[in-house]
DNA sequence: AACAAGAACAACCGCTGCAAC
DNA sequence: GGTTGCAGCGGTTGTTCTTGT
């Protein structure tokens, strides 16, 4: 039953185009017209699929693509466009002559996403993130944390680290926040993952009861346990549980030399606290606590719509092109954030 | 200069919707 | 109404280029 795919064909050519293959491709279609896409190949002599001809003609070999970097007003948008209609490369690259589908979405994931990421902004909701304006920013922070040229090794060393500056102190305190706090909606899970490396499980590590962490205080205490935890020790700390299972790591990562987990460096996430600041990174805390969670995609309102850039017709037409409509939360980040067993967190994991 | 890592880009793959039969 | 063929779309992958060490 059904058909098979036009390029299953046997010793059709794959891979990148030849100028001898594009000036025949030119050749054919300039004479006689695309036609048929399934009959092309055969008839302008390419040993390609129709599918691969499409393609190369759409994107590429057609006379009246615009080359050459975006501008400024283009970025713009293209970000208007998609803040409005989501991954509708094709509806967007209706709005911007000689742009195909194919670049805008090429440059949308290699360029524009990134550029609002670092803007703190959710390129999916198109609405300020202001942890991920954080986590973004999550690199800088920790090299001028560490701009002290020392490996960190006792969080609750207070004098330690007088180089660090109060708004890193506050910025790693939220992030910690944020992802505990996420953490803390799963319930326990098993230690390990499937490549069988210790996962750090860290709702296993504090006790599923422990309430969401909203002072500093809790977050020393973390900060003490997850050096417990690398460290291999499993001592308890007053009024948290004893984590399940035990975590021997190898020689070179004990906390005090370079602390890794699958070679990731997570003594860089221990939080440092001084001790002059803690009343106002408490009150700080508490005023940014976790921001409540932004749907993965906005609901699509076509009030929203400018008409500037579409007609009725096409306002409708992408409302019923977008179907179903942007999901308030993936099933599977739901299942993720409550289901014990999806819920398997490594730090590779919590770093990503 | 050699190598590795990351970025950028081109092309492919699988799915969907639509029209013809 | 079901099947088939086709074009188009969006996600993903593979290759090439660039930059840093």
Same mark, same amino acid.
């Given at each position: 039953?059904?058909?098979?795919?036009?390029?299953?064909?046997?010793?059709?050519?794959?891979?990148?185009?030849?100028?001898?293959?594009?000036?025949?491709?030119?050749?054919?279609?300039?004479?006689?017209?695309?036609?048929?896409?399934?009959?092309?190949?055969?008839?302008?002599?390419?040993?390609?699929?129709?599918?691969?001809?499409?393609?190369?003609?759409?994107?590429?070999?057609?006379?009246?693509?615009?080359?050459?970097?975006?501008?400024?007003?283009?970025?713009?948008?293209?970000?208007?466009?998609?803040?409005?209609?989501?991954?509708?490369?094709?509806?967007?690259?209706?709005?911007?002559?000689?742009?195909?589908?194919?670049?805008?979405?090429?440059?949308?994931?290699?360029?524009?996403?990134?550029?609002?990421?670092?803007?703190?902004?959710?390129?999916?909701?198109?609405?300020?993130?202001?942890?991920?304006?954080?986590?973004?920013?999550?690199?800088?922070?920790?090299?001028?944390?560490?701009?002290?040229?020392?490996?960190?090794?006792?969080?609750?060393?207070?004098?330690?680290?007088?180089?660090?500056?109060?708004?890193?102190?506050?910025?790693?305190?939220?992030?910690?926040?944020?992802?505990?706090?996420?953490?803390?909606?799963?319930?326990?899970?098993?230690?390990?993952?499937?490549?069988?490396?210790?996962?750090?499980?860290?709702?296993?590590?504090?006790?599923?009861? !422990?309430?969401?962490?909203? %002072?500093? @205080?809790? =977050?020393? #205490?973390? /900060?003490?346990?997850? +050096? *417990?935890?690398?460290?291999? $020790?499993?001592?308890?700390?007053?009024?948290?549980?004893?984590?399940?299972?035990?975590?021997?790591?190898?020689?070179?990562?004990?906390?005090?030399?370079?602390?890794?987990?699958?070679?990731?460096?997570?003594?860089? !996430?221990?939080?440092?606290? %001084?001790? @002059?600041? =803690?009343? #106002?990174? /408490?009150?700080?805390? +508490? *005023?940014?606590?976790?921001? $409540?969670?932004?749907?993965?995609?906005?609901?699509?309102?076509?009030?929203?719509?400018?008409?500037?850039?579409?007609?009725?017709?096409?306002?409708?037409?992408?409302?019923?092109?977008?179907?179903?409509?942007?999901?308030?939360?993936?099933?599977?980040?739901?299942?993720?954030?409550?289901?014990?067993?999806?819920?398997?967190?490594?730090?590779?994991?919590?770093?990503?």
């Amino acid at each position: 039953m059904g058909r098979s795919p036009c390029c299953d064909e046997r010793g059709v050519k794959k891979g990148p185009w030849t100028q001898e293959e594009d000036e025949k491709l030119i050749d054919y279609i300039k004479n006689n017209g695309h036609g048929s896409w399934r009959h092309l190949p055969r008839s302008a002599g390419l040993n390609r699929c129709g599918k691969s001809c499409r393609l190369r003609w759409t994107n590429y070999l057609r006379p009246d693509i615009k080359r050459g970097k975006f501008t400024e007003e283009e970025e713009a948008l293209i970000i208007h466009l998609h803040s409005m209609l989501g991954n509708k490369w094709s509806l967007i690259s209706t709005k911007l002559p000689g742009r195909t589908d194919n670049e805008i979405k090429n440059y949308w994931n290699t360029h524009l996403k990134k550029k609002l990421l670092l803007m703190g902004i959710d390129p999916v909701t198109h609405r300020r993130r202001p942890d991920l304006e954080l986590l973004t920013n999550l690199p800088n922070l920790i090299s001028s944390s560490n701009s002290t040229g020392r490996v960190l090794t006792n969080s609750w060393d207070i004098n330690a680290f007088q180089l660090q500056s109060d708004v890193v102190q506050l910025a790693q305190v939220q992030i910690m926040q944020s992802l505990l706090h996420a953490l803390m909606a799963s319930s326990p899970s098993s230690s390990s993952n499937s490549n069988g490396h210790p996962h750090l499980n860290l709702n296993t590590l504090l006790g599923s009861s !422990l309430a969401p962490l909203r %002072n500093v @205080n809790n =977050i020393l #205490e973390v /900060n003490r346990q997850l +050096e *417990a935890f690398l460290n291999g $020790s499993t001592a308890p700390v007053a009024g948290i549980p004893q984590m399940a299972g035990n975590y021997d790591p190898p020689q070179d990562q004990k906390v005090g030399s370079e602390t890794k987990i699958d070679g990731i460096n997570v003594g860089k !996430l221990q939080v440092m606290l %001084n001790p @002059n600041t =803690i009343h #106002e990174i /408490n009150a700080a805390a +508490e *005023a940014t606590s976790v921001p $409540s969670l932004v749907p993965a995609s906005p609901e699509i309102d076509t009030t929203l719509f400018d008409h500037h850039f579409f007609s009725s017709n096409e306002i409708s037409a992408a409302n019923s092109a977008i179907s179903p409509p942007f999901h308030p939360c993936p099933e599977s980040d739901a299942q993720r954030l409550t289901d014990p067993d999806a819920f398997d967190l490594g730090w590779e994991d919590i770093l990503e």
